[in-house]
């Protein structure tokens, strides 16, 4: 069988090495994934005996992502009658040997169910995780323990993880990239890389070099976003019980938006500390399409919005939710991000959103390149949601009630060979 195979020829350490781990750090169009979709249909069909796991942190997003690239790499390459593709459920099945299956690790089912996937015949040998930035270090250990077992002839177990870079406090830089280890690959693509990138591209690209540099460093460059600047650093990720029952107090909070992120998350308090239960974090959502969205939140909860929208906070209260607006006053931005430095935040692994912001809401920089005490107005719609669900304690302890218990000590955490094969390598 030959194959005629068009790929980028920065990926080609990626296709040949046998190393465990492939941590492929790369900017926003670099190929990453087109690669890793064509790479993964080649092996199967190629390799006997291989069978492939792809992982997201929520499972349903891979019919839109890991799976559809996939189907897209089978037809690009003219092999469909090799493989089988269903939807009920996600499955790509090889007519030669060997599937590719999906999974998700948002949270304690999931990651049980994980444990327990198993392919039809042979071992998984093979893990694509896809925007692996949103998983925890303990959701990857879960992952990497399910790789073991004696495996037949030249086959050899691999992961790989494709991301685009947004901290440099990520846990994966340490893993992957600080130290130097001959059981990973480190490597780095950008958009320049990819010769398949249109024009149109390389033109936005252009103009987000100049109007957000410092989105330009992670997705246009592939770096490391900056470790200093993070307004909040004293938070975890962590699944824990989510049982409003659990909590001293549980509120809603709000920041509206289309365009940009509407940001609705279920927040608790419990001895001081503060937990991010779930979110919806939805763009290009009329109100009324949100609101039939939320049919599983407490219509009694209090929900405190963003009073600038009073129009949209009807809408909620027409549905019988207890939204309200947010009593804003001077330095109030200010007030409530001190408030919540000052106690421990632990995020549910399950509200990507929220993970997302955090982990990249910095300070304005000075002209001289000093941190300002204003906070950047770029993705931060769950951080002003953030702000809103816990401004009534914040306020209570404003006027020194005695109503909630004082937090805890303040503490600094971290989110956290190939068989008759023809390639042409650009």
């Not at 949100?290 to 129009?311: R, V």
């Amino acid at each position: 069988m030959e194959i005629t195979v068009k790929r980028n020829r920065v990926f080609a350490p990626c296709w040949s090495t046998k190393c465990r781990y492939v941590a492929m750090k790369g900017s926003a169009g670099s190929g990453k994934s087109c690669d890793c979709a064509t790479f993964y249909i080649i092996r199967l069909l190629t390799e006997r005996g291989r069978n492939l796991l792809c992982v997201r942190k929520s499972e349903v997003t891979h019919r839109t992502s890991t799976y559809n690239e996939l189907c897209k790499a089978i037809k690009r390459l003219g092999l469909s009658r090799f493989f089988k593709c269903s939807v009920s459920p996600l499955k790509i099945t090889c007519t030669l040997g060997g599937e590719i299956l999906f999974c998700g690790v948002n949270d304690d089912s999931a990651r049980e169910k994980l444990k327990s996937v198993t392919a039809a015949d042979g071992n998984i040998t093979d893990v694509w995780i896809e925007e692996a930035t949103e998983l925890t270090r303990d959701d990857f250990e879960i992952i990497d323990d399910r790789l073991r077992g004696t495996l037949d002839g030249d086959l050899f177990y691999q992961i790989r993880l494709s991301f685009n870079p947004v901290s440099a406090s990520h846990w994966i830089k340490k893993a992957f990239f600080d130290t130097d280890d001959k059981n990973v690959l480190a490597h780095h693509s950008t958009y320049l890389d990819n010769a398949f990138c249109d024009k149109a591209y390389h033109t936005r690209m252009e103009r987000r070099r100049i109007t957000d540099p410092e989105g330009y460093r992670v997705y246009g460059l592939g770096q490391w976003g900056e470790a200093g600047g993070l307004v909040l650093q004293n938070f975890e990720v962590k699944s824990f019980d989510t049982d409003p029952q659990s909590f001293d107090s549980i509120r809603y909070g709000q920041d509206f938006g289309f365009n940009h992120a509407n940001a609705l998350l279920s927040v608790g308090i419990k001895d001081g500390d503060i937990y991010v239960l779930k979110e919806l974090y939805l763009r290009e959502k009329t109100t009324d399409e949100i609101i039939a969205l939320a049919g599983d939140w407490s219509k009694k909860t209090p929900m405190i919005c963003d009073s600038a929208e009073p129009d949209r906070i009807h809408m909620w209260r027409r549905a019988g939710y207890a939204a309200r607006g947010v009593k804003k006053y001077p330095g109030s931005v200010k007030g409530g991000i001190d408030w919540l430095k000052a106690r421990r935040i632990f995020i549910h692994p399950s509200c990507e959103g929220v993970i997302d912001e955090i982990s990249q809401w910095r300070w304005l920089k000075n002209p001289d390149g000093s941190y300002s005490d204003e906070p950047t107005p770029i993705r931060d719609d769950a951080m002003a949601a953030l702000r809103y669900a816990v401004s009534e304690w914040q306020g209570a302890d404003r006027q020194t009630k005695p109503a909630l218990p004082a937090p805890r000590p303040f503490f600094t955490g971290k989110s956290t060979g190939e068989r008759g094969r023809k390639q042409k390598i650009i």
